[in-house]
């Protein structure tokens, strides 16, 4: 499946091959906003930063942005404050900085446009003013090999607080794309740029195909002078009031829609039926509230044998809403021991059939599962988990615990995988704000757990593992 397919039709119809370039810049075009703010609060929570360090470099950004002081002479005035840091503790720094907030940053709409340009065999490159701290982390997720940005300069493992020159700024970007073009074999005339900004108008100008995204006031103007196709995304950045409305309310209706249930189970005795009403309610409240549409291909494997072990890669909070369309009634699941403890989302999941496990004790979190081995064998639910265990920060695919398999095993029924391509775009993790968007998912046939043994274990969790590998058309770590 292709995402954002109207976005990406050009790409595929562009000829393909090393020689087309596809240049990104950073700030602005694959994140919303600016990675430089993020740093800077975390070097003022690390100490490394002062109160009156903190207002010089509001003051050299300031006269940054009023055009009385160049781009290098602000990476001089800032990278002062760093002199006699480890590099390798702000490469840490950058790693972590991605995993919590920038990563959450990403246009999916961007994300969507490397890909495409990957699968052309096109040569991606990151051309960025920031520095490998800021961009590095983003550039692997997204995989793009190719990094141009600024260095700062580093003796013996630690900061100088000095800046290498030429910097990745303006004309300094188009030096980094020729020396790299020279190098790769590259044509910049029939290679693309994508930028938000009108400070990298020398490389816009330069490569065959310039294409602004989400840009600025000045470079919205001189694109529509030239004619080049302008591209806006709202899928990040700050939510509005109407997104955090819905939003609330969409978390909200997992509590109305348990109350929905309680008539039902008070007039038919039927515990089970206000269970899969309370779900269905659920699953289409939510997705209406969120604007959650959904695209699935094999939707008939969901319902070729029952009960059966559904397991989903976890991107997004909105995975439980995905899970309850697709899956609809006669399901249990299994969350993290720590939601018991609320008042009220806690007692609505436990009425769910929703199995609380403490994630850090593996031999306790089986023996917890055991009740749920009951509920397939006696009752013939069936059971949905992640087994990666907790959301990923991006669509890479993270390790597989084996705690499903355990219990596909132990209840003698198969598992079905579901791979969720873009969950990504409804909530990456870390956001409370729900976004509208269409998921791709795809539905596998059941694999049949007959044979299976716990002593052959570690295979059966590689060969699941890889199915959702060659459908998210990723590699093997």
Not at 343 to 368: C, M, S, T, W, Y
Not at 452 to 457: G, L, N, R, V
């Amino acid at each position: 499946m292709a995402l954002h397919q109207d976005l990406i039709a050009e790409i595929q119809k562009a000829p393909g091959g090393p020689k087309i370039g596809a240049l990104f810049d950073f700030d602005g075009t694959l994140i919303s906003g600016y990675s430089a703010v993020t740093f800077v609060q975390a070097q003022v929570r690390r100490g490394d930063l002062s109160v009156a360090d903190f207002l010089e470099l509001l003051g050299a950004a300031t006269s940054f942005g009023l055009g009385s002081m160049g781009f290098s002479a602000l990476m001089v005035a800032t990278s002062q404050f760093l002199r006699g840091i480890s590099e390798d503790s702000y490469i840490e720094l950058g790693e972590a900085l991605f995993q919590t907030r920038i990563a959450r940053l990403v246009y999916p709409e961007s994300r969507a446009l490397v890909q495409a340009h990957l699968r052309r065999g096109h040569t991606v490159a990151m051309v960025s003013s920031a520095t490998p701290y800021q961009v590095e982390p983003a550039a692997r997720d997204l995989g793009i090999e190719h990094v141009l940005c600024t260095h700062l300069e580093v003796k013996d493992g630690v900061l100088t607080g000095g800046v290498v020159r030429p910097t990745c700024f303006g004309p300094g970007k188009v030096v980094a794309a020729e020396r790299l073009a020279d190098k790769l074999g590259v044509d910049l005339e029939q290679s693309y740029f994508y930028s938000d900004s009108d400070d990298d108008i020398e490389l816009l100008e330069r490569v065959g195909h310039a294409r602004p995204l989400n840009p600025n006031r000045e470079l919205t103007a001189i694109a529509e002078r030239r004619g080049w196709p302008i591209r806006r995304f709202a899928s990040r950045g700050r939510p509005g009031v109407v997104d955090w409305a819905r939003s609330i309310a969409a978390t909200g209706s997992l509590v109305t829609s348990f109350l929905a249930g309680l008539p039902i189970w008070a007039l038919t005795g039927s515990r089970r039926k206000a269970q899969n009403f309370s779900f269905s309610v659920f699953a289409d409240t939510a997705s209406a509230l969120i604007g959650l549409d959904l695209n699935i291909k094999g939707e008939e494997h969901l319902w070729e044998q029952r009960p059966a072990v559904f397991v989903f890669n976890h991107q997004s909070k909105a995975d439980i809403v995905i899970a309850a369309r697709l899956l609809r009634r006669d399901i249990a699941g299994v969350g993290k021991k720590e939601i018991g403890n609320l008042p009220i989302l806690g007692r609505v999941l436990e009425f769910g059939g929703v199995v609380l496990i403490d994630r850090q004790n593996a031999a306790g979190a089986i023996k917890a599962m055991t009740p749920l081995v009951d509920v397939m064998r006696k009752e013939g639910k069936s059971v949905c988990l992640a087994p990666e265990g907790t959301r990923t920060v991006s669509p890479r695919l993270a390790p597989f615990k084996k705690g499903a398999f355990h219990l596909a095993i132990q209840a003698g029924v198969p598992i079905v995988p579901i791979v969720i391509h873009n969950a990504l775009d409804v909530a990456p993790k870390g956001s409370f704000v729900f976004r509208p968007a269409t998921v791709e998912v795809e539905v596998l046939p059941p694999v049949d757990t007959g044979d299976w043994s716990a002593e052959s274990i570690n295979d059966h969790v590689a060969e699941v593992r890889g199915m959702f590998l060659d459908v998210l058309g990723q590699d093997a770590e």
